[in-house]
């Protein structure tokens, strides 16, 4: 029943005490992390209004990437190919489900104006220019006695599927590249980093990054009562086909329920635990020392992310 915490998604995973002394380990942790803050940005905003192509490339830098991080493979062996089967699930549904279209537009003038003069003799037929709409067009497609009519997937459905399970893939796998090579105190310091013209404006920006601190610290303890909760409803063997849809809805609520009261209790519990030790909030700059000089891996990852940008604006609508 530990398989939430087999699938570190979102949690910083530190390297070993021998791979710590001898410097070894994944380059992706040495990097700096405001640029592994761009490059997330980077795969999040660069497949806006690009083309299947950019978004299909996208997909395969970051299973790249994931190859030669030199993170352990026991990190992606569940998580994975789950969020894999995920995300071609979601473009497989999304291509298949009709994509809608507009109305047809009234007609302003009337059709008998439009007469079409027959060509010469022995000419061929006029034929239908441009590319086909249909890319796929099977049926009827028969469910038992009822008939669902023709499976037909247009060129803007199967954009549609592409687009929900590249996006997906990215959005997910992306993020949790980075949460799980950068440590809560680094990033908070890469975002206050970004933020700092805001102090100029009154923003308290060491406070909104000592609550984003915060805020990632808590995420171990809802994936632990989402686990307690999901044992608990499997202790007590529970039928979900016996309580039919309005049962089963209601339980999931009411599991929903109780994992957000639960979640705001240990909250709680935590600030006063931490106003009882006298606790008080630290700068970023306190909580991370930012790096003397810039590695190696960290000035060939600003290079490629010139590159990626570079080639977005080029090719990206390919």
């Known amino acids: 029943m530990d398989w939430l915490r087999q699938m570190p998604i979102g949690q910083y995973v530190a390297d070993d005490d021998s791979q710590a002394e001898s410097g070894a380990g994944s380059w992706l942790k040495r990097m700096d992390p405001r640029l592994k803050l761009g490059w997330t940005v980077a795969f999040l905003?660069?497949?806006?209004?690009?083309?299947?192509?950019?978004?299909?490339?996208?997909?395969?830098?970051?299973?790249?990437?994931?190859?030669?991080?030199?993170?352990?493979?026991?990190?992606?062996?569940?998580?994975?190919?789950?969020?894999?089967?995920?995300?071609?699930?979601?473009?497989?549904?999304?291509?298949?489900?009709?994509?809608?279209?507009?109305?047809?537009?009234?007609?302003?003038?009337?059709?008998?104006?439009?007469?079409?003069?027959?060509?010469?003799?022995?000419?061929?037929?006029?034929?239908?220019?441009?590319?086909?709409?249909?890319?796929?067009?099977?049926?009827?497609?028969?469910?038992?006695?009822?008939?669902?009519?023709?499976?037909?997937?247009?060129?803007?459905?199967?954009?549609?599927?592409?687009?929900?399970?590249?996006?997906?893939?990215?959005?997910?796998?992306?993020?949790?590249?980075?949460?799980?090579?950068?440590?809560?105190?680094?990033?908070?310091?890469?975002?206050?980093?970004?933020?700092?013209?805001?102090?100029?404006?009154?923003?308290?920006?060491?406070?909104?990054?000592?609550?984003?601190?915060?805020?990632?610290?808590f995420l171990p303890l809802v994936q632990e009562e989402l686990q307690n909760l999901l044992r608990s409803i499997s202790t007590r063997a529970v039928n979900l086909k016996q309580l039919g849809w309005k049962g089963s809805l209601a339980l999931v609520l009411a599991v929903g329920e109780r994992l957000l009261a639960n979640v705001l209790l240990r909250a709680e519990q935590g600030a006063e635990a931490l106003l009882a030790r006298g606790g008080h909030w630290l700068a970023p700059d306190r909580l991370h020392q930012p790096p003397a000089s810039l590695g190696s891996a960290t000035v060939l990852g600003g290079i490629a992310l010139v590159a990626l940008l570079l080639l977005r604006w080029q090719v990206g609508a390919l």
């Open 45 to 217: 905003v660069t497949p806006i209004l690009a083309g299947p192509i950019w978004r299909l490339a996208l997909v395969a830098l970051l299973l790249l990437i994931t190859a030669v991080c030199g993170l352990p493979w026991r990190l992606w062996r569940r998580s994975l190919p789950l969020l894999l089967a995920l995300a071609l699930f979601v473009g497989v549904l999304s291509a298949l489900l009709p994509a809608g279209s507009a109305p047809a537009a009234p007609l302003q003038r009337p059709p008998d104006e439009v007469r079409l003069e027959p060509g010469p003799p022995g000419s061929p037929a006029p034929s239908r220019s441009g590319q086909s709409w249909e890319l796929v067009h099977w049926g009827p497609v028969q469910l038992g006695p009822l008939p669902l009519g023709p499976l037909v997937i247009s060129r803007r459905s199967a954009e549609l599927g592409l687009n929900g399970a590249t996006l997906l893939f990215t959005l997910i796998h992306s993020a949790n590249l980075l949460l799980l090579s950068t440590s809560p105190e680094a990033l908070v310091w890469a975002i206050g980093w970004f933020l700092k013209p805001l102090a100029a404006l009154g923003w308290p920006v060491d406070r909104l990054g000592f609550t984003l601190l915060l805020s990632l610290r």
